[in-house]
């Protein structure tokens, strides 16, 4: 799913018991329809929608390759599933076709 509104107030941390900080779970994202990047580098240099780039930092979150790849599988499940989604949250048909776009890639 494509999103631009990936500003740091939309990044956030958890204060796990025990655990101390972890990056939160994605939050106030917006289909973008012809988004070809993000508005936050995910490196120092890169703002590309890149799996193998956002893999290449993950550890800087605290967050092993192994669960980045899981939460991508994850995310491979469900996203394509969105339009049933809004359909059951009584998504209009013809605002679920303005954000097609937005899910071309799933």
């Known amino acids: ?5 990936d500003h740091l107030r ?5 204060l796990m018991p025990d655990k101390g900080w972890a990056l939160s779970p ?7 329809a012809d988004a070809h990047g993000l508005k936050l580098n995910i490196s120092e240099a ?8 956002a893999f290449s930092v993950a550890h800087y979150f605290r967050v092993p390759v ?3 790849e899981e939460i991508v599988e994850r995310q491979r499940r469900i996203v394509p599933r ?5 359909e059951s949250l009584g998504v ?6 303005r954000m ?3 899910f071309r890639l799933a």
């Open 92 to 97: 209009a048909a013809r605002q679920q076709e």
């Open 26 to 32: 994605a939050f106030d994202m917006n289909p973008t």
């Open 46 to 53: 890169d703002n590309a929608m890149d799996l193998e780039l």
């Open 10 to 14: 939309n990044h956030g941390f958890l």
């Open 1 to 5: 799913m494509s999103n631009t509104d």
């Open 66 to 68: 192994a669960a980045a």
């Open 82 to 86: 969105w339009r049933r989604i809004a």
């Open 100 to 102: 097609a776009t937005a």
